[in-house]
């Protein structure tokens, strides 16, 4: 494998887990790197049960990313429709706003979370992305190729360097 098949992406939220999947599709491998603990083990520092998340609308276009790497049912099966909102004016009357022109055009609610666990599962699946968490960037050498992480939290861990020419970052 090339040195241009390897990525880095730092940032293992929706975005970054997303990116990494479907880089590692297309065969390459990557390291992702993630300050948070991780979510899937119920630590609320990071973002698990408990933690500061809240839900997440998503789109006919962020169910067609998510169907592109296998997890267009699967959140389904956890969304919730919303088919608008109501406004509610200060005499009282209260108006409802489709968000389609149709009934059936409706976004959907799901747990950022819950998102989230299924993203990094379908990450780790895929055999090409290496999961790093509870490690942070502190700094990037563009001309050099090299990022450098370190602990997150105590108790401190030496820093590590990652060389590669493809770098990310999905904050």
């Known amino acids: 494998m090339s040195a241009a098949d390897r ?56 169910l067609h990313a998510l169907e592109r790497v296998g997890l267009g049912e699967a959140v389904r099966g956890m969304a919730v429709p919303m088919r608008g909102r109501m406004l509610h004016a200060r005499s009282g009357r209260r108006t409802f706003l489709r968000y389609g022109n149709t009934a059936d055009q409706v976004l959907h609610s799901v747990s950022r979370d819950e998102l989230n666990r299924a993203l990094l599962d379908r990450a780790e699946r895929s055999g090409e992305v290496r999961l790093h968490f509870g490690r942070r960037c502190t700094g990037v050498d563009l001309d050099g190729g090299r990022l450098t992480v370190a602990a ?7 820093s590590e360097e990652a060389r590669t020419p493809t770098r990310v970052g999905q904050d």
């Not at 940032?11 to 065969?27: F, I, K, Q």
């Not at 997150?152 to 030496?158: I, S």
């Open 7 to 62: 990525f880095v992406v730092v940032g293992a939220g929706l975005g970054g887990s997303l990116l990494a999947t479907r880089l590692a599709e297309s065969g390459r491998t990557v390291d992702l790197y993630e300050m948070r603990a991780d979510p899937r083990r119920g630590d609320t520092a990071g973002g698990g049960p408990g933690g500061r998340s809240i839900n997440l609308a998503i789109s006919t276009r962020g």
């Open 152 to 158: 997150a939290a105590p108790p401190a861990a030496p």
